[in-house]
């Protein structure tokens, strides 16, 4: 079964499960502009500030009720420098599941949640080029409740139209 929703915001008919993500990690949007270029480097998939703070880029998923694809945020996780280096040594790899996983910090907000910056995550490598999938620590933290217990189709609704249609949501 594909998700569907009719927007109530914009009165449209929305195929297909929507997923967010955030294009860079919330600490280099904490670099003043004037610095970015010689303080960060800044990938599709990987960011390193300083020399000293290593971030890679992966997919938080959290199930919805009723349908086998997942609501995905696009997140950012701090790693220490070896878990990047190890990252970085296995990228091209096409069988590199069976590196890790690394422990990491979540970098990137997300809507509709309490703070989400600093949740502790488990950041497991998959084959074949994919992201990696980001488990968080089972706390009661909402974001690691809906992973762990899964959302429903009419949050994964008020989630996309809050993101997408801000000046209309409640």
Not at 49 to 54: L, V
Not at 82 to 105: C, I, K, L, N
Request: glycine share 8%; aromatic share 12%; hydrophobic share 35%.
């Amino acid at each position: 079964m594909t998700f569907s929703f009719l927007c109530g915001t914009c009165n449209e008919l929305h195929h297909g499960m929507p997923s967010f993500g955030a294009e860079a990690p919330f600490s280099y949007y904490q670099i003043p502009e004037k610095d970015l270029k010689r303080r960060c480097t800044l990938g599709s998939d990987d960011c390193v500030i300083d020399e000293r703070q290593f971030f890679v880029r992966g997919c938080l998923d959290i199930p919805v009720h009723g349908y086998e694809e997942p609501f995905s945020w696009g997140v950012w996780l701090s790693l220490s420098e070896s878990s990047y280096r190890e990252w970085v040594r296995t990228f091209d790899a096409a069988q590199r599941s069976h590196v890790g996983p690394f422990f990491g910090w979540l970098n990137t907000r997300l809507h509709g949640y309490p703070d989400t910056l600093n949740l502790k995550t488990m950041v497991h490598l998959r084959d074949n080029g994919i992201r990696p999938y980001v488990e968080l620590e089972r706390t009661d933290h909402p974001l690691a409740l809906d992973q762990g217990s899964g959302i429903s189709p009419d949050r994964v609704a008020q989630i996309f139209r809050e993101l997408l249609h801000p000046e209309g949501s409640a």
